[in-house]
């Protein structure tokens, strides 16, 4: 975990999410959760309806056990919630399924608030800060590992034969470990998580250039989701955007509450469409 200082200030968080089942599968095993400060994908396997359970076992323990801390959230409470999720995936499956996990919260250490990324598995979550675009996590795969190693390049991984056989997961039968980071909120940071439909379809510069020209996360999470289409959309395709703007400053935005038939917080996006939302909310202050 590493981290640097963050200036006390409230900010506005403006969100925007939605799933896909893509082109040629026939469920949707992605599940999703966007809460006050808590925002995660997960990516469920093991076929036959499992991965959908594990991934939606996963959103929902982590949406239940926010609640219960709210603006409390710390690495050790969420590395708690992820040994719940993975108990729960492996009592109603017989560690024959399993999730991968990414997210990002809102949390306040050393007087300033940070966001604390965490990330079990190859969904990512990717950090567009003052111009800087990074990916933040680190997939837990073979080809990463081999990356790591010098095997092979970043490029090579992209198209890689084995670059879908992950190293760590929830409910698989080993114990989760979890990675996590400790960023500073910025004024104007824009983060975004994925499955890795996405990142399998659409190289990292694509990216980079729609979270970078899309003015509002709905419009960058429907953009990143067509790019993934139009690839081959050959996985479920799951992808929440979260901007921050600093909230005494006057938004030029439209009407962006919860649009018909979408909550506030939810932990599972409408099977085979994007999910439609873009909801402000208050960051911890």
């Known amino acids: ?5 963050a200036a006390p ?16 599968r026939q469920l949707n095993e992605d599940s999703l959760v966007v809460t006050g400060n808590l925002f995660a994908v ?8 499992a991965g959908e359970v594990a991934s939606r076992i996963c959103v929902e323990t982590l949406a239940a056990g926010v609640k219960e801390v709210q603006d409390d959230l710390t690495a050790e409470d969420l590395q708690h ?10 009592e109603a499956s017989g560690a024959r399924a399993g999730t991968t996990l990414a997210g990002v919260a809102i949390v306040r250490e050393h007087q300033g ?3 604390m990324v ?12 003052e111009d800087e675009f990074s990916q933040v996590s680190v997939d837990h795969s073979e080809v990463q590992e081999m990356v790591d190693r010098g095997y092979i390049s970043q490029a090579e991984a992209q198209h890689h034969p084995r670059r ?3 190293t760590r997961a929830l409910g698989t039968g080993e114990a989760p470990d979890a990675d996590f980071w400790m960023l500073p909120v910025h004024d104007g940071d824009r983060l975004m998580i994925c499955s890795d439909g996405l990142t399998t379809e659409v190289e990292d510069e694509r990216i980079r250039q729609e979270l970078q020209s ?18 081959g959309g050959r996985d479920n395709i799951t992808v929440v955007v979260v901007d921050v703007e600093d909230s005494a400053a006057e938004s030029d935005r439209n009407d962006t509450s919860p649009r018909d038939g979408e909550e506030r917080g939810t932990t599972r996006p409408r099977d085979h469409e994007v999910a439609p939302t873009s909801t402000p909310t208050e960051a911890p202050s």
């Open 1 to 5: 975990m590493t981290g640097e200082a």
């Open 9 to 24: 200030r409230p900010f506005r968080l403006n969100y925007g999410f939605g799933s896909h089942r893509g082109l040629r």
């Open 42 to 49: 997960a990516d469920g396997m093991g076929g036959h309806e």
């Open 81 to 90: 919630l992820m040994v719940r999720a993975d108990e729960a995936i492996r």
């Open 113 to 115: 608030l940070y966001w």
């Open 118 to 129: 965490f990330n079990v598995g190859d969904s990512r979550v990717y950090r567009l800060s």
């Open 164 to 166: 879908h056989v992950i």
């Open 214 to 231: 899309r003015h509002t996360a709905q419009d960058a999470v429907d953009g990143l989701i067509g790019l993934a289409l139009r690839g």
